[in-house]
């Protein structure tokens, strides 16, 4: 299998606490993010996002 770098920005206290549940479950970080990546990649799951635009009135 070809590995494949990969990079991208991520809110750092998620990164942490991450970080912090691998090394507490005793998996690495990459392993946790492919299966991720490959169960979603296939339908497992979907993420729901909800955005909220609210009108700041003067009064």
């Given at each position: 299998?070809?590995?494949?770098?990969?990079?991208?920005?991520?809110?750092?206290?998620?990164?942490?606490?991450?970080?912090?549940?691998?090394?507490?479950?005793?998996?690495?970080?990459?392993?946790?993010?492919?299966?991720?990546?490959?169960?979603?990649?296939?339908?497992?799951?979907?993420?729901?996002?909800?955005y909220?635009?609210?009108?700041?009135e003067?009064?």
């Amino acid at each position: 299998m070809v590995r494949k770098h990969f990079t991208t920005t991520i809110e750092e206290s998620i990164s942490q606490a991450f970080k912090e549940s691998c090394a507490e479950n005793k998996v690495r970080m990459n392993e946790v993010l492919e299966a991720f990546m490959k169960s979603y990649s296939a339908g497992e799951f979907k993420v729901e996002m909800e955005y909220k635009i609210s009108k700041n009135e003067d009064k």
